[in-house]
């Protein structure tokens, strides 16, 4: 989180929000970061050997010619750090769809596709969540796109291309490129057929954080497609993208709370599959579920 942070400084609000160590997890006492990185909000924690981060969710960082007359400079100043004790899995240099793109490991595991964007086009964010449909998920990616946005409020399309033939092992009509918005954040999706040694799991996740138990209840309902992944607000969807489905108020419990409170909090959620909010609030002010409002300060 410090590299990222240095590194993004010079491209938009870049800082840490809060630092919290959860007591007693699977994986022991478990720290959990919160930052943000040129205006786009990331979690890290430090979860134990499960789970990897993986190419099949990189992060797109958008460099605009028409808002940074420096675009090009800074792209290279941002690969040099990522790439730097990292894997290179495409070289930075010209594409067919960008006059210099590259795609990078950092030596944290993290994807990173860094690319200097069209400056006659639609504005996008500087950072955007990308995922790539491998192995038995290639070819879902545009019924993917299309179920999240039935699910997702304030969802749009954005620019769309298909793999024309000729191009194999890519399959005719799957997707080369989409992007799109849910609830008002930007990602892109694409297709690939290519052997790739990965796909979707738990090292990197979605976070949604939550208004209300009903908002959490349907997003549960409507996306949870594999009962054994459920765990602490965790699920897997039917594409096997993970999923945090948390309430906005647990954030806040956690970068707040006296070690007190955030032990009883953990201990709370731990064994829960789909996240309660009650159960959380009374662990909070310590008090029994549905008891009388204690004293939150304990």
Known sequence: MDTYVRAFAHLGESRLESSTVLPDTPSGDSLTLVFTLAGFRMMAINAGPYFH??????????????????????????WAVLSAGGQVLMELGEYPFSSHYGWVQDRFGVSWQLILSDPGGEERPLVIPSLLFTGAQAGRAREARDFW???????????????????????????????????????TVADSHLDHPFSFDEGVSLLVECEDQAEIDRLWQAMSAVPE??????????????????????????????????????????????LEIEPLRAAWEGRPRGGPQGDSSR
């Not at 765990?231 to 070690?259: H, N, R, Y």
Request: aromatic share 14%.
């Open 53 to 78: 981060p993986n190419p099949s969710i990189s992060f797109f960082v958008n460099f605009d010619p028409a808002r940074d007359p420096d675009a090009r400079g800074h792209l290279d100043d941002l």
């Open 149 to 187: 946005m039935s699910v997702f409020e304030d969802s749009r399309e954005g620019l769309t291309a298909f793999y024309p033939a000729g191009m194999e092992p890519e399959a005719e009509g799957s997707l080369m490129f989409a992007d799109f918005t849910l609830a008002g954040q930007w990602f």
């Open 229 to 274: 992944a459920e765990q602490c607000g965790w699920l897997k969807d039917w594409f096997g993208v993970s999923w945090q489905i948390s309430p906005a108020e647990l954030d806040e419990m956690l970068a707040t709370g006296t070690p007190d409170q955030i032990g009883r909090v953990t201990r709370a959620f731990l064994p829960m599959h789909k």
